[in-house]
């Protein structure tokens, strides 16, 4: 079994920012070379794809409202993923899951079977 676990999260002013980390554990976790990514849902929205990353690093793909503020990037020694968070706005307010595809496929086409259980991101104005 996989374990995944989110940190970061906190309550920052417009403008600031924040990094999210992701580890990942798990006996089976080193086999694989796992797709990662980061969602987000808000208060009453459905959750989204905001941000994923493959294994080495040289797929990674950004939802439009974040691309040049968010940056994803990981570890593979610490089994770990960040998401970097700078220029943070109100409409960025959500709770932030990591998510993870055993498979490594590419980024768009994983199928993320692991989760996390989120850290809450709150921006004000």
């Known amino acids: 079994q996989v374990q995944v676990v989110e940190s970061g999260g906190g309550s920052v002013q417009a403008g600031g920012s924040l990094r999210l980390s992701c580890a990942a554990s798990?006996?089976?976790?080193?086999?694989?070379?796992?797709?990662m990514a980061w969602f987000r849902q808000a208060p009453g929205k459905e959750r989204e794809f905001v941000a994923g990353?493959?294994?080495?690093?040289?797929?990674?793909y950004y939802v439009d409202s974040v691309k040049g503020r968010f940056t994803i990037s990981r570890d593979n020694a610490r089994n770990t993923v960040y998401l970097q968070m700078n220029s943070l706005k109100p409409e960025d307010t959500a709770v932030y899951y990591c998510?993870?595809?055993?498979?490594?496929?590419?980024?768009?086409?994983?199928?993320?079977?692991?989760w996390g259980q989120g850290t809450q991101v709150t921006v004000s104005s």
């Open positions: 998510a993870a595809d055993p498979l490594g496929r590419a980024v768009l086409h994983a199928d993320y079977v692991y």
């Open positions: 798990g006996r089976t976790f080193s086999r694989y070379t796992y797709t």
């Open positions: 990353i493959n294994w080495s690093a040289d797929n990674t």
